[in-house]
């Protein structure tokens, strides 16, 4: 079976330029994850919906980040204008019952985005 | 407040050694969950085992075990026999419904050396 699949697997671009990651969580998994790994602060969540709906986006550093899930296959992160703060590992992960429940959260195998 | 504590920021053994993983948790809530979750030097995250606060009892999957104490607000990991194989950085997280989120700890990076 597939896990969750994300895009693209590197980015690197500048300070100011809009990047966008994407993120195909498992089929019938209806609840989606963002988190942020960086060194200094960890896993961070960022987002999360249950069933393409945004529940929680406290963790959201600021407006330049937004995040959208228009079907149950597919969710973006979008930071507009980015910035070298940003740089960092963006996983997306996905799990089977609303909310986290007691199901683990499968993760996608991360993309590494280095702004210059 | 939910937190997630790994006191070990590195650990190096060598091969063949048993080695044991420190998690500590702070939750108010009764019904919470407990995870560990691997990341290899490859940077994907692989789910490795899920317990809830209702079942203590310890939990063992081939090399790996797990020992979970309330009374100590403990989730303990143990690999008996290290592997160079596993050498990666491990996470501890809690989940409990009071805050709906999944709280990582700083996780404890494992060198096993041949």
């Known amino acids: 079976d597939a896990g969750v699949i994300q895009s693209p697997r590197h980015e690197v671009t500048e300070m100011g330029q809009e990047v966008t990651l994407r993120c195909k969580p498992i089929?019938?998994?209806?609840?989606l994850f963002w988190y942020r790994q960086t060194m200094m602060r960890g896993l961070e969540l960022l987002i999360y919906f249950n069933n393409n709906v945004p529940i929680d986006d406290s963790g959201m550093p600021e407006d330049r980040f937004s995040a959208k899930m228009p079907n149950a296959s597919f969710s973006t992160l979008k930071i507009q204008p980015s910035e070298p703060r940003d740089s960092a590992v963006y996983f997306c992960?996905?799990?089977?019952?609303?909310?986290?429940?007691?199901?683990?959260?499968?993760f996608g195998d991360g993309t590494r985005l280095s702004i210059l | 407040a939910q937190k997630v504590t790994q006191a070990q920021t590195e650990i190096s053994v060598v091969e063949k050694e048993d080695v044991t993983l420190d998690c500590v948790y702070e939750?108010?809530?009764?019904?919470?969950?407990l995870f560990w979750y691997k990341q290899p030097p490859s940077g994907e995250l692989v789910f490795l085992i899920r317990?809830?606060?209702?079942?203590?009892q310890n939990e063992i999957s081939g090399r790996y075990s797990w020992n979970f104490q309330k009374s100590t607000s403990s989730f303990n990991f143990t690999i008996t026999a290290s592997q160079v194989v596993d050498s990666a950085v491990y996470f501890c997280?809690?989940?409990?419904?009071?805050?709906?989120?999944?709280?990582f700890g700083a996780g404890t990076r494992l060198a096993v050396h041949p």
């Open positions: 939750t108010r809530d009764t019904t919470y969950y």
């Open positions: 317990r809830n606060s209702f079942d203590e």
């Open positions: 997280a809690l989940f409990s419904g009071g805050y709906n989120k999944l709280i």
């Open positions: 992960a996905s799990s089977p019952i609303r909310g986290y429940s007691n199901q683990p959260q499968h």
């Open positions: 089929s019938g998994h209806n609840s």
